[in-house]
């Protein structure tokens, strides 16, 4: 291991652009849990399997049923950001990192500091009212009961891509340019399983792809770095 973030070090070093592309496994040192390790979310027993419950049929067929899920399982407003989400943050400020594209919705990259942070899923920050687009908080929707409804009487709907929903244009096409626009790139925190995202790693030209990851991914072969282990503990002992 001390090889590899030795190597790591010297990648980031010589780096002027980088560019962070992660999954749930970054907010899992922060006490939130990701979806595919054996303690992951989709692991866990439920009468309906919460890929399901996470689609855009189920919201609105079992809204009900899909806002208890999503207020026990989704909305983790307490977590902080932890080790890699301030380096990352610290990173940018200095000029060294020019963007994270995330597949996370829980906001810690904004709440440690980063500023530009595409995030591909969206956020469970930003909730609309169907009928006249009102925004609400997060907490609105964690402190509502049964369906949480607008002012004017509409139904809310978090602004997270379910399964079944489209990506935002905007966000993918800024997250597109930032990736193949950096001279290297490191993906982390994510099984890689995930399309369209995890095809973006493919926009990626520059001289370095690093993947720091606990488990092995599909992508390892393609890699120029591969680092199986914690990412908060690895970013936070780089400089
Ligand atoms: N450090 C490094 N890697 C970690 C850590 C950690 N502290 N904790 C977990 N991991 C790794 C796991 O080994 C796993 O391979 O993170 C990966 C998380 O994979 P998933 O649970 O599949 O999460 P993700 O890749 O983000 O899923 C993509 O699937 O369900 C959808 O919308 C959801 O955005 C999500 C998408
Ligand atoms: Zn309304």
């Known amino acids: 291991m001390e090889q590899l973030t030795e190597k790591l070090q010297g990648i980031l070093s010589k780096s002027k652009s980088i560019v962070f592309f992660g999954g749930a496994g ?14 992951g979310l989709y692991n866990q027993k439920y009468d309906v399997p919460p890929e399901t419950m996470l ?40 000029g060294r990192l020019t963007a994270v ?3 996370n919705i829980d906001g810690l990259h904004q709440a440690a500091g980063s500023k530009t942070v595409y995030e591909l899923h969206g956020s469970v920050h930003r909730n609309y009212c169907r009928s006249c687009h009102k925004s609400y ?11 949480p409804r607008c002012s004017c009487g509409g139904l809310i709907k ?19 340019e930032a990736i193949s626009a950096c ?42 770095l591969v680092i199986h282990g914690k990412v908060g503990e690895i970013l936070g002992s780089m400089v």
């Open 137 to 147: 908080d997060a907490e609105y929707i964690l402190n509502s009961d049964g369906v």
């Open 183 to 224: 001279d290297t790139l490191i993906v982390a925190g994510t099984s890689l399983t995930v399309y369209p995202a995890a095809g973006f790693i493919s926009y990626f030209g520059g001289q370095n792809l690093v993947l720091i990851n606990r488990d092995p991914t599909p992508f390892d072969g393609r890699a120029d």
């Open 55 to 94: 689609s855009h049929e189920y919201f609105f067929s079992h809204t009900e049923e899909f806002y208890r899920f999503y207020r026990d399982k989704m909305l983790c407003l307490d977590k902080k950001p932890n080790a890699a989400h301030k380096k990352l943050a610290k990173w940018e400020a200095a």
């Open 101 to 103: 594209v995330t597949q």
């Open 26 to 39: 970054v907010s899992t040192e922060s006490g939130i849990p990701d979806f595919r390790s054996a303690d």
């Open 158 to 176: 978090p602004d997270v891509v379910l399964y079944g929903e489209q990506l935002d244009d905007y966000t993918v096409t800024k997250a597109l």
